[in-house]
């Protein structure tokens, strides 16, 4: 089946460590995307990637990272510079018609 | 800057209902605009998908109208049924520029469907 495979689902982050949270698709796309989803304020974009090797800055960059060396993947990096980063987190990726599609998620939480 | 407002933040209604949920956007100047599903701790699940050159589109029970120059959409939901309870995410694609790429979400509306 097609679709986008984010690992983990649930992660855990002690204070000041790195963590990277995965995302796969075997759907294609050229394009790819990371948002951040908090209760009650609606999902923002954090990167995107439009081709292999290159990625935009989105929204509320500031501590995260990101890597596009192969169409499939799009890992995101959350840095110990990213001083709240408890939230759920969501991979897209679109078609050249432009539909959007999601995967399940990750909910990262520090402790 | 974008903005995308849904209304309202949340809705009940008795199962057998048909609803409208309204979604508005301050710029017309869009490619498209899509509605999503969000069941709890789910990722979103794509409903329906209208081009700016559209009026409307239909799957099953949606139909979800578009009204560029108003900045306004509408996502109608025919005879409701529990399994409908989640939130309801509208997106628009910005039309040209540097932000052409992006999608900007409403904050949602969450329905109820009562039994």
């Known amino acids: 089946d097609g679709g986008i495979t984010q690992s983990p689902k649930y992660l855990f982050r002690k204070e000041g460590q790195n963590v990277t949270l995965s995302c796969e698709q075997n759907l294609n796309h050229d394009a790819m995307y990371w948002y951040r989803q908090d209760p009650g304020q609606g999902l923002r974009l954090i990167y995107y990637s439009q081709i292999v090797n290159d990625f935009q800055k989105g929204d509320i960059a500031e501590g995260y990272s990101v890597s596009r060396e192969k169409k499939e993947s799009f890992p995101l990096t959350v840095t110990s510079a990213q001083k709240n980063p408890t939230a759920f987190y969501l991979c897209?990726?679109?078609?050249?018609?432009?539909?959007?599609?999601f995967g399940q998620g990750t909910r990262l939480t520090v402790v | 800057k974008q903005e995308v407002t849904q209304i309202p933040a949340a809705l009940s209604v008795p199962e057998g209902e048909n609803l409208v949920l309204n979604c508005s956007f301050t710029?017309?100047?869009?490619?498209?605009l899509q509605w999503f599903r969000q069941d709890p701790g789910k990722g979103l699940t794509s409903l329906l998908l209208i081009q700016s050159s559209q009026r409307e589109q239909t799957s099953g029970r949606l139909n979800a109208s578009l009204d560029k120059s108003s900045g306004r959409s509408t996502l109608y939901i025919a005879a409701s049924q529990p399994g409908d309870s989640a939130t309801y995410l509208c997106a628009v694609r910005h039309g040209s520029g540097a932000g052409s790429y992006q999608l900007t979400f409403g904050k949602g509306t969450k329905l109820s469907v009562i039994p």
């Open positions: 897209a990726s679109r078609t050249g018609g432009s539909e959007a599609f």
């Open positions: 710029d017309s100047a869009i490619y498209n």
